[in-house]
């Protein structure tokens, strides 16, 4: 059953005018009149919605009870994941909610080829924002993962909550994830950008109590890293 996101209450046994977008993939789908479809505003529930009337520039739907269903993890997973080029953020971002995580920070560090600020940093948080939403969408989450404003390096370790377990993926001190105890529930996870990080960034990192994370002797790439490290914590800790 097609899925969408509206961001505006949603109540049962209420007939709704759907937004353009909305309108736009019904019409593509090929959607008839007494079609089912699902809706959800990302506060956990969703609902049934059966489609009344149907053209180019309108849609209008009757929606049934609202169904509170948890596809979350119980690991709460905040990927630190430094600004990659190319389609490769876009990537990580939705094969991310996809596994489970509750939450993206985008920073800049020192390697980063994409450097953003000001206003051009709000488009594109703002676009990375409706990727995460097209996947939960496709995967079936209903609580959308927020993406956060980016941060540089330097003022993501100055805010850095001592409660929650910090990795950092280096080969440098690094440690397998089985050796971590006791199993963690709060987890930021940090994974740099194509080049790496720098030694500076890894010794400040180290001295503001992150610990270092291998998946092997094998040097991954950003995309890789981020994703093959969030699927094995959800094997060993969450809902693998």
Known sequence: MPRFYLSQPLNSH???????????HIYVLRLKIGEEITLFNGNG??????????NKRQATCFVQEARYINRESPLNITLVQAISSGERMDFTL??????GVKTF???????????????????RVAR?????IAACEQSGR????????IITFKDYLKQIDKKNLHLIMSLNRAQKLRDFTPLPENIDL??????????AEENAA?????????????????????????????TLWGDF
């Open 128 to 132: 990375w924002q409706e990727i995460v």
């Open 14 to 24: 209420t007939e709704l005018t759907l937004p353009e977008n909305i309108v736009r």
């Open 190 to 199: 940090m994974i740099g950008p194509e080049g790496g990080w720098t030694t």
């Open 206 to 234: 180290f001295a503001a109590g992150v610990q270092s994370l291998t998946l092997g002797q094998r040097i991954l790439r950003t995309e890789t890293a981020s994703l093959a490290a969030v699927a094995a914590m959800q």
């Open 45 to 54: 529930n969703e609902f049934t919605a059966t489609l009344q009337e149907i």
């Open 142 to 149: 209903n609580i959308v993962p927020k993406v956060l404003p």
């Open 94 to 99: 939705q094969k991310g909610v996809e596994l």
């Open 105 to 123: 920070l985008p920073i800049i560090s020192e390697r980063c080829v994409v450097k953003l600020s000001g206003e051009r940093a709000e488009k």
